[in-house]
Nanobody
Framework: EVFVTESGGGSVEVGGSLRLSCEVS????????VAWFRQSSKKGREGVAA???????NYTDSVKDRFTVTQANVKNTRYLQISDLKPEDTAMYYC????????????????????????WGQGTQVTVSS
């Protein structure tokens, strides 16, 4: 069985940083595209960052230059480095993955396509206080 797990969330002050981790068990991320979504009561669900199997990335405009999705040295982990945090970044953050042959950066952040993601983690909470 293949599943993903997020970790690294927490409570930080405005301007702080966190590194979220997405770890896959039962496989490696070599053959998967990974996207990070967040959900809050104010904004609903939003796709924020994506990484395809070739290492190309895509970000929603509100997080560009503040969020970076990277590959770890180990093949079963992807990171979301988030910096210069703002109160509006407060949300539950989810990692989702699907096999690379089915994904495209052109729609990985589109919440209307989320049913295509076969793997979802349980989420990790990020809370930003001013």
């Amino acid at each position: 069985e293949v599943f993903v797990t997020e970790s690294g969330g927490g409570s930080v002050e405005v301007g702080g940083s966190l590194r979220l981790s997405c770890e896959v068990s039962g496989d490696t991320f070599d053959r998967w595209c990974v996207a990070w979504f967040r959900q809050s009561s104010k904004k609903g669900r939003e796709g924020v960052a994506a990484l395809d199997s070739s290492g190309r990335t895509n970000y929603t405009d509100s997080v560009k230059d503040r969020f970076t999705v990277t590959q770890a040295n180990v093949k079963n982990t992807r990171y979301l480095q988030i910096s210069d945090l703002k109160p509006e970044d407060t949300a539950m953050y989810y990692c989702a993955a699907l096999p690379h042959e089915y994904c495209s950066l052109s729609w990985l952040l589109d919440t209307r396509k989320i049913e295509r993601f076969g793997l979802w983690g349980q989420g990790t909470q990020v809370t930003v206080s001013s």
